[in-house]
């Protein structure tokens, strides 16, 4: 029988590369909603190919251009936030979450309730409502399944491992453009330098984040959500190659290591079969070819995104929800060319102060409006914290 499949974000990297699996074998899937924002050509284009029930803007600005784009192809349009949420509630044995940023949380959360299968790239969600939504998993029988790399590689190493045995999860972290870079160079890079990945094609988003170690900061926190270690019992080490993409590391003092090519149909293709293992069209490593494996400490001083993560492990609470929101909308100010690398982190650590001075940020979200709340204020707070530093330039 056919498994009936979702995939949210299915215009943007994580989820071309999923359609990209789920084509090479069209009859094995049914595909039930497929969603995307502004890139309605893409969407149609899947939706069409794919047979898909539903196809999902996120703008509702756009809604009759994709109704336009689809018209006659019998595929279903609607648009916008709870348009997502009310397709993740149409039954589906596997969901890819893949939309970017806390945009993901509601939809990924609603498509928990059917006790399938959520395969998680959307970090951003363990992020800001880590164990909500592990809760509701649990609450309903579902399974979350890692995408991201790094998390699918621990995963992984961990087949047929009790977690008591576990010393130590290690992720590998690029250290993306600026890696050898001098600070002083870092604080002037420029959108364009910022958003060029050595190793990775991905949305211009978690690209730039990469550059900033922002990525690996939220990684960091994930890893945490994701396997329940103690923070000190998890390290990000630089790894300029992308080849390794984790390590767990075992109380008898071995370290079991995760090696792929970086590409992320690997991860994808992972969550997607589990837990068979079936071909999937990656390249295989040449070894020899490689010849060498790199690794190093990655520099707080000039990467501070992962000092603070740290803190906003050790705080727990609603810290999660505060750093995301925070790091978006200073991303946002990034992008739109109003304020330079280095204030990022800058506009992040204002706002997780500013978040704090009723002491509030170690207390737990109750629900997931609670944390749309903190994410609301956190972002009206980065964003002006950011007007400032744009206002001092
Ligand atoms: N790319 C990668 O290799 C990896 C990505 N991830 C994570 O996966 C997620 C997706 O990343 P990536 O594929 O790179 O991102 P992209 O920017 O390439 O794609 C994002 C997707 O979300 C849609 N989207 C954008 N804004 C909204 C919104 N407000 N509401 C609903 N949908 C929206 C986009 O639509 P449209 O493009 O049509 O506007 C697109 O379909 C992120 O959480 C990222 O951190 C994790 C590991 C690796
Ligand atoms: C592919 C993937 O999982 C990305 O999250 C990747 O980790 C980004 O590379 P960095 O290691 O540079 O953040
Ligand atoms: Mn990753």
Redesign the pocket.
Known sequence: MARRISIF???????QNTVDLIQRDPDAYDVVAL?????IA??AEQARVLRADIAIT?YDDRLEDLRAALAGSGVEVASG?QA?CDAADRPADWVMS????A??LYPGFAALRHGGSLAL????SLVTAGPLLLAEARAHGARILP???EHSAVFQALVGEDMDAVERIVITASGGPFRDWPLEAIAKATLAEAVAHPN?D?????SIDSASMF?KALELIETREFFGLDPARIEAVVHPGSIVHALVGFKDGALMAHLGAPD?RHAIGYALHWPERRDLPVARLDLAAIGSLSFERPDEARFPALRLAREVMATGGRAGAVFNAAKEAALDAFIAGQIGFLDMAAVVEATLEGMDRDGSLSIPPQSLDCVANVDHLARDMAQRAAADRAARR
Do not use: F, H, Y
Request: no cysteine.
């Open positions: 974000g299915s215009t943007g990297s994580i989820g969603t995307g924002g502004a890139n893409l969407l996120a936030a997502l893949a939309i970017v940023g945009a993901g790239a959307n970090k951003e995408v991201d790399s990775w991905m949305g211009q988003r978690i990525n992320m």
